[in-house]
């Protein structure tokens, strides 16, 4: 018990250091893109510069309308940062984590969750603009779930077990991208659709929205809610690699592998200007849901 709780106690401590530098990682990359010069003047290289953010952003005085809902508009931030901690239960650890038998089925419910919160900020800040980032954010994220959870019931079905451990181990001869090619890239850009990254970030649209959800938010409830966004955009990059082109047992490979991954959506961040959302709905149910569809019902009747 005491290796457990021990393992879990720094993995949270890794994911919120890592949060702390894919900050800096995206904020280096834009300003390459952009041809400019990037965060570098606390510590060298800029090294501490996402510390430095953290410590003025909760510096600052927590200010809030009389028309919210108190109680929930500061339970969101809260539970958001929480559901995204708590999905990197299902990260399979070598040694010392718990070995759970239907980790994907607790991802595809603890994720399900990921909507309340979003809803909620939108809701108890009584502002138009963050209700109308909240319901578009909901509707998004449960649009391109229907896909994300057809593509692992294929790797379920073909792979006969809901074990993370076991989908990274049953690839020692192939990578699953090869196997489930189409099925790879639908995941890469619906997780994209998941996190609410660019160009899918219509629960943030600045240009229509001032901020979106988190409008009425500062301090320390936006910088949670930002935790939990990062924390969440490296959990998906973990699991694309764990679940697609892992090679066997869980290595420093696999986790390279997720950073590149995650590199890939600062990337496609810096490129790709922000979608229609008629257009963004219809991807979702003219496009990826009956392309996994169709091969779920492929890998269906090919294992019969």
């Known amino acids: ?14 994911v919120l250091v890592g949060v702390a530098f894919v900050t ?5 990359i834009l300003a390459g893109t952009q041809i400019r010069v990037g ?5 060298y290289w ?9 410590v ?5 005085e927590t200010a809030s309308s009389r028309a919210v809902n108190l109680s929930v508009y500061y339970v969101s931030p809260v539970l958001s940062l929480s559901l995204a901690l708590v999905l ?15 980790s994907v089925l607790f991802f595809m419910c603890i994720s399900g969750l990921g909507v309340y919160p979003i809803l909620s900020s939108g809701w108890s800040s009584n502002c138009k603009y963050s209700m109308l980032g909240s319901l578009r954010a909901v509707a998004q994220m449960v649009s391109y779930e229907v896909s994300l959870a057809m593509i692992l019931l294929s790797i379920i079905w073909v792979s006969g077990s809901f074990s993370f451990s076991v989908l990274m181990n049953n690839q020692y001869l192939v990578w699953n991208m090869f196997l489930f090619s189409p099925l790879g890239y639908v995941w890469l850009v619906s997780s994209l659709a998941e996190t609410n990254r660019t160009p899918y970030d219509f629960a943030e649209g600045e240009s229509e929205l001032v901020s979106g959800f988190n409008t009425e938010y500062g301090s320390g409830g936006f910088t949670l809610i930002f935790m939990g966004e ?6 998906m990059s973990v699991l694309f690699s764990i679940m697609f082109v892992s090679s066997g047992p869980l290595s420093g490979s696999t986790l390279l592998k997720g950073m590149l991954v ?10 790709l200007p922000r979608y229609r959302y008629d257009k963004l709905m219809g991807l979702a149910w003219k496009s990826f849901l009956p392309v996994s569809l169709v091969l779920f019902s492929y890998y269906l009747m090919a294992g019969q």
Do not use: C, H
């Open 230 to 235: 990062y924390a969440n955009i490296l959990l």
């Open 39 to 43: 965060p570098n003047n606390v510590g």
């Open 46 to 54: 800029g090294l501490f510069q996402p510390f430095a953010d953290a």
């Open 56 to 60: 003025k952003l909760l510096n600052k």
């Open 262 to 271: 995650g590199f890939w959506f600062v990337w496609v961040r810096a490129t």
């Open 1 to 14: 018990m005491f290796m457990v709780s021990a393992s879990y106690l720094i993995l949270l401590v890794m």
């Open 24 to 28: 800096l990682m995206e904020q280096k």
């Open 88 to 102: 990197w239960v299902v990260y399979p650890f070598s040694e010392g984590g718990l070995d759970l038998m239907f």
